[in-house]
């Protein structure tokens, strides 16, 4: 019988999961600041939370608080090559208590584009914001530069002063918001579709289906919304009261 090999198998499981569960309740926070030469940051984030902040810097200040598995060495990333940081968090095996969340300041004046098998939130970024976001949720809150947003799960967008917006859900909803008129709203979703204007004169060219747009359509406006939803489901615009 070959005992032996068998025995060493067990051995080296049941050492790693040794480590795993002594990783349980750890947790563990990090700072790094990255250089930025262009006026572009390309993002390409794994395994964990993305949080988009405004900075104030010419660096890009990253911050990552880890928990359980993701702690151990090696089982975190993150590097800067050229324009793109790439950000990642392992988490494997039987432990349940493992994730990651990384929070990026950055600097003024630079257009983001972000892919992400994670949740991502973006907050206050006044520049472009293109992003890919796989398995969850996209919400962008105050922004002022124009938004390029495709996710499998909902969109949403609060308080938006930009004008150009492009929103695509794949498998749920997706809800905009406007703090002032935009010129171009294009949104689609598998779910429903729900786009708010702010209260004012301003028209607009609206197209809402499957559904009733609560906003009059005008054919001259130069000011274009589009919202379509999903089967079953209804796409609204209307203005806040």
């Not at 795993?20 to 984030?45: H, P």
């Not at 406006?221 to 489901?233: I, N």
Request: with cysteine; charged share 20%; glycine share 8%.
């Amino acid at each position: 019988m070959h005992l032996r090999p068998l025995l060493s198998l067990v051995l080296i499981v049941s050492l790693t999961g040794c480590t795993d569960v002594a990783a349980v309740n750890d947790t563990r926070a990090d700072q790094q600041e990255f250089a930025l030469s262009g006026r572009r940051l390309v993002i390409d984030n794994n395994g964990g939370s993305l949080r988009l902040i405004a900075g104030s810097g010419p660096a890009v200040e990253v911050r990552r608080e880890l928990t359980g598995k993701a702690t151990v060495e090696g089982n975190a990333s993150w590097s800067l090559t050229d324009d793109t940081l790439r950000l990642g968090v392992t988490c494997s095996g039987f432990v349940p208590d493992c994730g990651g969340l990384h929070i990026v300041s950055v600097p003024p004046g630079i257009a983001v584009e972000v892919t992400s098998d994670g949740p991502v939130r973006a907050v206050q970024l006044a520049d472009a914001l293109t992003a890919t976001v796989s398995d969850a949720w996209l919400k962008v809150e105050d922004p002022a530069g124009p938004l390029r947003l495709e996710a499998d799960l909902d969109i949403d967008v609060s308080g938006a002063r930009s004008t150009d917006v492009t929103a695509s859900s794949r498998e749920h909803a997706v809800h905009l918001t406007f703090a002032v008129p935009p010129t171009r709203v294009e949104a689609r979703a598998a779910g429903s579709v729900q786009v708010l204007l702010p209260a004012g004169p301003e028209t607009y060219r609206v197209s809402a289906a499957p559904g009733r747009s609560a906003l009059k359509t005008d054919p001259a406006s130069t000011r274009l919304v589009k919202a379509t939803a999903g089967d079953g489901h209804t796409a609204s615009v209307r203005k806040a009261a």
